[in-house]
């Protein structure tokens, strides 16, 4: 199983009408580094079986924007990728999935990394410092699933790099 986590796009902030953070929109910027996302998945020929996706505003914005070009994907959204989320409810949605298949998470920090650390590192509580900007794609390569999710770091780009990468 490959298991990509991407945090949503860059979003715009507009103190004087931010009344519900949930609603926040994906800022040009933040369309521009998704958009390039997109073409990266499809540059490398990454067909992508499932894109869980946070029901926050942003969250869903940028699964959109992968969805497009990912036909064959199931777009789901689930509420454990809230901020609030709980990373081992995650892990368990996604040990469910065919083991062939290549999952697409999208959602916010710090669950991301939370979860990332999570799937990753071989101790319990260890943190290991992961930048996840806003447009970050990680990759990771599944070794088991049971009786826990555990994998290993593929790659990690920036969307800077993914910008270099996608054209």
């Not at 992508?48 to 029901?55: G, H, K």
């Not at 994907?73 to 809230?82: F, Q, T, Y």
Request: aromatic share 4%; net charge positive; hydrophobic share 40%.
């Amino acid at each position: 199983m490959d298991i990509f986590i991407l945090r949503h796009g860059d979003a715009a902030v507009d103190t004087k009408k931010l009344v519900d953070d949930s609603k926040r929109s994906l800022s040009d910027v933040g369309i521009s580094e998704i958009e390039n996302v997109s073409r990266l998945l499809a540059l490398h020929k990454i067909e992508l079986d499932y894109i869980f996706s946070s029901p926050l505003n942003r969250a869903k914005q940028t699964a959109k924007i992968i969805s497009e070009k990912q036909k064959k994907a199931k777009l789901i959204e689930l509420d454990e990728l809230k901020p609030e989320g709980v990373k081992e409810d995650i892990a368990r949605t996604i040990s469910k999935q065919n083991v062939e298949s290549k999952i697409l998470i999208v959602g916010h920090t710090p669950l991301l990394l939370s979860l990332l650390n999570y799937i990753i590192s071989s101790e319990e509580h260890a943190q290991i410092r992961i930048p996840l900007k806003t447009g970050s794609l990680a990759r990771i390569k599944t070794i088991s699933i049971d009786p826990q999710l555990k994998g290993d770091l593929f790659w990690l780009l920036s969307p800077k790099l993914i910008r270099k990468l996608s054209k």
